[in-house]
């Protein structure tokens, strides 16, 4: 730790530092599960010269109740050097990828924490790349190597992770991102994936034994567009699944389609409108299903309102329900956010799930629902 502490010294003298520390305090309550006092807290710093960037995040969550959502993670480290028209970034990443806003079914690059979270789309572990960005103009080509894959942390069944191929087996992507607001304001992104899917099979070698997962490789092609048109930003996001060397489970392709509207000055309020749908398709109807959260997202519309009620206090309201249209299964969201003074935040949040299909993911759930009460403070 002296050692770790000098090199610490030597490089914030050499380099202009930044950082931001959050630490939250919440009191969550589970109908089906014991409750909880949980502490969590993220530390960002970067490191910057004239020559590259560093950018480091430490996660930390403590549960009163659950040993298995107790760490510390250095989630991210990440060196970035730009040039004229190229950024090159090497190290553990977090990504985000889509265009809607209730499910990303382009969000493919880093696995979820479920410990922390699992209905949180932002909680995610980093992942250890390099990525090269060349522009030409507004448009821009990304070409990122993923260099292993890691195994899914779960609060139950810790399960063991096997592979299709070698866990140092890369997984490569390529990226085009394509500007334009000739005719209308439009921005469309095609990626292509080779390598190991973040979809996992969950299986066990007999009765009695642990459940462990199994990781295959695959190709794949995604599109994620939006355009504004008339003030109603439209959106898209498509992908298709090729699963190589590994027969259990069907190609498929990812179907979702949304809007986004915005009314301005609402008796004092800006509020926002999102509407989207979320189909899952199936090549072969007879293999392995229901494994994995994002088959939970087949003929699922999605409705949520957001509101800034413009005060002192930053306040806001969010409130979404995910409707399956064939099943009795649907999940509902509230948050509260209100700004006590510059560095507090209180924050409130409610989840109610409902699903009688016992072959669906949520299924897992049951009827549950989760109360969270917590605080926020940002130095």
Same mark, same amino acid.
Do not use: C
């Given at each position: 730790m002296k050692y770790l502490f000098v090199v610490f010294l030597l490089v914030s003298s050499l380099m202009a530092f930044e950082h931001k520390v959050e630490v939250a305090l919440e009191a969550i309550g589970h109908s089906k599960d014991a409750n909880e006092f949980v502490t969590s807290s993220n530390i960002d710093v970067n490191f910057k010269n004239s020559y590259f960037n560093i950018d480091a995040r430490v996660e930390f969550l403590y549960s009163s109740k659950y040993i298995d959502k107790r760490y510390v993670l250095l989630n991210e480290l990440y060196v970035t050097k730009e040039?004229? &028209?190229?950024?090159?970034?090497?190290?553990?990443?977090?990504?985000?990828?889509? &265009?809607?806003?209730?499910?990303?079914?382009?969000?493919?690059?880093? %696995?979820?924490?479920?410990?922390?979270?699992?209905?949180?789309?932002?909680?995610?572990?980093?992942?250890?790349?390099?990525?090269?960005?060349?522009?030409?103009?507004?448009?821009?080509?990304?070409?990122?190597?993923?260099?292993?894959?890691?195994?899914?942390?779960?609060? %139950? /069944?810790?399960?063991?992770?096997?592979?299709?191929?070698?866990?140092?087996?890369?997984?490569?992507?390529?990226g085009m991102n394509?500007?334009?607001? &000739?005719?209308?304001?439009?921005?469309?992104?095609?990626?292509?994936?080779?390598?190991?899917?973040?979809?996992?099979?969950?299986?066990?070698?007999?009765?009695?034994?642990?459940?462990? %997962?199994?990781?295959?490789?695959? /190709?794949?092609?995604?599109?994620?567009?939006?355009?504004?048109?008339?003030?109603?930003?439209?959106?898209?996001?498509?992908?298709?699944?090729?699963?190589? &060397?590994?027969?259990?489970?069907?190609?498929?392709? %990812?179907?979702?389609?949304?809007?986004e509207k915005s009314f301005y000055e609402v008796l004092g309020s800006d509020i926002t409108l999102y509407g989207e749908y979320y189909s899952y398709i199936y090549a072969n109807d007879t293999k392995v299903k229901n494994i994995d959260i994002s088959e939970l997202y087949d003929n699922d519309i999605f409705v949520a309102l957001k509101v800034?009620?413009?005060?002192?206090?930053?306040?806001?309201?969010?409130?979404?329900?995910?409707?399956?249209?064939?099943?009795?299964?649907?999940?509902?969201?509230?948050?509260?956010?209100?700004?006590?003074?510059?560095?507090?935040?209180? /924050?409130?949040?409610?989840?109610?799930?409902?699903?009688?299909?016992?072959n669906s993911v949520l299924n897992k759930f049951g009827d549950y629902s989760r109360f969270t009460v917590g605080i926020k403070y940002t130095f």
């Amino acid at each position: 730790m002296k050692y770790l502490f000098v090199v610490f010294l030597l490089v914030s003298s050499l380099m202009a530092f930044e950082h931001k520390v959050e630490v939250a305090l919440e009191a969550i309550g589970h109908s089906k599960d014991a409750n909880e006092f949980v502490t969590s807290s993220n530390i960002d710093v970067n490191f910057k010269n004239s020559y590259f960037n560093i950018d480091a995040r430490v996660e930390f969550l403590y549960s009163s109740k659950y040993i298995d959502k107790r760490y510390v993670l250095l989630n991210e480290l990440y060196v970035t050097k730009e040039f004229d &028209e190229y950024i090159f970034t090497i190290g553990k990443k977090i990504k985000y990828l889509g &265009e809607l806003e209730g499910y990303n079914v382009a969000d493919i690059y880093n %696995q979820k924490n479920y410990l922390k979270d699992p209905f949180d789309k932002n909680a995610k572990y980093g992942s250890i790349g390099l990525d090269i960005t060349k522009y030409f103009d507004e448009n821009s080509i990304d070409f990122s190597i993923k260099f292993y894959e890691e195994g899914v942390k779960y609060s %139950q /069944n810790n399960k063991k992770l096997y592979l299709s191929n070698k866990k140092y087996t890369p997984t490569f992507y390529l990226g085009m991102n394509f500007l334009s607001d &000739e005719y209308i304001d439009s921005e469309t992104k095609i990626i292509l994936v080779h390598g190991y899917d973040i979809k996992r099979n969950i299986l066990a070698t007999s009765l009695t034994s642990p459940l462990y %997962q199994y990781a295959y490789r695959v /190709n794949k092609i995604l599109l994620l567009s939006h355009i504004i048109y008339e003030d109603i930003i439209y959106k898209t996001e498509i992908s298709y699944t090729d699963v190589i &060397e590994y027969d259990a489970i069907s190609d498929y392709t %990812q179907l979702s389609f949304g809007f986004e509207k915005s009314f301005y000055e609402v008796l004092g309020s800006d509020i926002t409108l999102y509407g989207e749908y979320y189909s899952y398709i199936y090549a072969n109807d007879t293999k392995v299903k229901n494994i994995d959260i994002s088959e939970l997202y087949d003929n699922d519309i999605f409705v949520a309102l957001k509101v800034n009620f413009n005060d002192t206090k930053s306040s806001e309201l969010k409130f979404g329900i995910l409707k399956d249209i064939k099943k009795d299964e649907q999940i509902i969201k509230l948050e509260i956010n209100s700004r006590m003074r510059d560095s507090f935040i209180i /924050n409130g949040e409610y989840i109610n799930i409902i699903s009688d299909d016992t072959n669906s993911v949520l299924n897992k759930f049951g009827d549950y629902s989760r109360f969270t009460v917590g605080i926020k403070y940002t130095f």
